[in-house]
C-alpha cells in the first residue's frame, strides 16, 4: 500500500512525516539522530523498496550519510565512515549539504555535495562514498570563496539522460559543468551577476544559491541566485533574469514542478541584508509560464506577520501527479500542498530550524 513519506532535516534531529496519497492528513515521527544537524536528506525509489538518507553533523563525531531501507525504522552507516577525505587530501570534510540519486538508468549511483565544495560518487547504492576529482584538482578551487553558510557544493544536478553531464553549484564559485563523467569541469555563469564583485560578470565566483531543472527538459535550467532568478534555455551557456513580477530577487530555494517543466517555485525574501520573507508574510511564489509571470500561492498559509526564511533546500516537491509542493521554515513551520501549490495544509510547527525537506510517493 502506498505512503507519502516526508522528510524533513533540522539543526536538532530528523522528522518523518507521513500521509497517505491524498497528503491532507500527516503523522510525524522524530526525532532522530537528536542533537545533530541533519542539513541534507534525500529518497532513493529506484530500486525495489526505498532508501531514506540522511547527513548529519555531530558536534562530537563529525559529517556522516547514514541510510534507512525500512522507511526510518532504524538506520545504518558503515563501521569505518560513509564519506570523508583520504590522508593526503590536506582536507576535513565539514558537512553534506546534499543527497542527490542519480536517473533511473544508473541504478545504484548516487552523488553528495559537501563542504569544503566537493562532489562525492557512490557506486552501492549510497553507503560508500568516493571524491570526485576532477573538480577536487580544478585549478580554480584555490580561488572559490566561503558564502555566509559556508564554501560548499550544496546542487548536485545530473543530466537526465546522458551520465557523462552533470552540473554542480556552489556557494561561492557558481555553477560548473561536466561533459565527460566528472574528469574536467567549466564554469556556466554566462549571465548571472555578482554585484558584490569588483567585475560584476565574473567568470566564476558568483553565490548561486540553488539549481534546478526538470528531466523532460533539459536544456531549461533555472538559478536562485544571491539577489538573481534567471533561467538558460541552452544548458547553462547563457543566463536570463526571470525576476521581474517577484516583489524581490533574494532568496535560497527554486524548485520545478514534476510533471510541468515551465512551473516553477520559489521563496522571497526582502534582501541578502534583511532576510525575512516579503511583506513579512509565508509566501511561495509560483509561475506557469517559466518565469515570464508570477503569482503568490496564500490560500492555507499564514496570514499573520513571519520572519522566518526559507532555506536552500527547505523547498520541495514530490513525483505525484497532482504535484505535492513541501515547504519548512527557520521558526519550525512546514505546510504541504497536495495540489502543486493552490492550498496548503500544516504538517509540523515549533519544530528546530528546519534546513532540508524532501517527499515522495513511496510503496
Excluded at 102 to 124: F, H, I, K, M, N
Excluded at 139 to 145: I, T
Excluded at 159 to 185: I, L
Aim: with cysteine.
Amino acid at each position: 500500500m502506498s505512503e507519502t513519506v516526508l522528510l524533513i532535516g533540522t539543526k536538532k534531529g530528523l522528522w518523518i512525516g507521513r500521509s497517505d496519497t491524498e497528503r491532507r492528513e500527516w503523522t510525524l515521527d522524530g526525532p532522530m539522530f537528536e542533537m545533530q544537524g541533519i542539513y541534507s536528506v534525500g529518497i532513493d525509489t529506484r530500486g525495489e523498496r526505498p532508501r531514506l538518507f540522511a547527513g548529519g553533523t555531530s558536534e562530537h563525531w563529525g559529517p556522516a550519510v547514514f541510510h534507512s531501507d525500512d522507511l526510518g525504522q532504524t538506520w545504518d552507516e558503515p563501521p569505518e565512515g560513509s564519506i570523508g577525505f583520504k590522508a593526503g587530501d590536506d582536507a576535513s570534510l565539514e558537512r553534506v549539504w546534499q543527497i542527490q540519486p542519480a536517473p533511473e538508468d544508473q541504478l545504484g549511483v548516487v552523488y553528495a555535495g559537501a563542504q569544503p565544495s566537493s562532489l562525492w560518487r557512490s557506486t552501492d547504492g549510497g553507503v560508500r562514498f568516493e571524491l570526485v576529482r576532477g573538480l577536487w584538482d580544478h585549478p580554480h578551487r584555490k580561488d572559490w570563496g566561503a558564502g555566509f553558510g559556508g564554501q560548499a557544493i550544496h546542487t548536485v544536478l545530473p543530466h537526465p539522460t546522458d551520465p557523462q553531464r552533470m552540473s554542480v553549484a556552489m556557494s561561492t564559485g557558481g555553477v560548473y559543468q561536466t561533459a565527460d563523467g566528472g574528469e574536467s569541469w567549466e564554469p556556466a555563469n554566462h549571465g548571472i551577476k555578482a554585484y558584490f564583485m569588483p567585475d560584476p560578470d565574473p567568470e566564476f565566483g558568483q553565490c548561486v544559491h540553488k539549481l534546478a531543472g526538470h528531466p523532460d527538459v533539459p536544456e531549461r535550467l533555472f538559478a536562485q541566485n544571491h539577489h538573481g532568478v534567471y533561467r538558460s534555455d541552452d544548458g547553462g551557456a547563457i543566463w536570463k533574469s526571470i525576476a521581474d513580477g517577484l516583489p524581490s530577487d533574494f532568496g535560497f530555494p527554486i524548485v520545478v514542478h514534476p510533471q510541468e517543466p515551465a512551473t516553477v517555485y520559489v521563496f522571497p525574501l526582502i534582501a541578502d541584508g534583511n532576510r525575512i520573507p516579503t511583506d513579512a508574510k509565508c509566501r511561495v511564489y509560483r509561475s506557469r509560464d517559466a518565469g515570464a509571470t508570477w503569482e503568490a500561492l496564500t490560500n492555507g498559509l499564514p496570514d499573520v506577520p513571519s520572519y522566518a526564511p526559507v532555506l536552500r533546500d527547505a523547498l520541495c516537491v514530490d513525483q505525484a501527479d497532482p504535484a505535492g509542493v513541501y515547504v519548512g521554515t527557520r521558526d519550525g513551520c512546514v505546510y504541504a500542498s497536495a495540489d502543486a501549490g493552490d492550498s496548503w495544509v500544516e504538517v509540523a510547527r515549533h519544530l528546530p530550524d528546519v534546513l532540508t525537506v524532501r517527499a515522495a510517493v513511496v510503496g
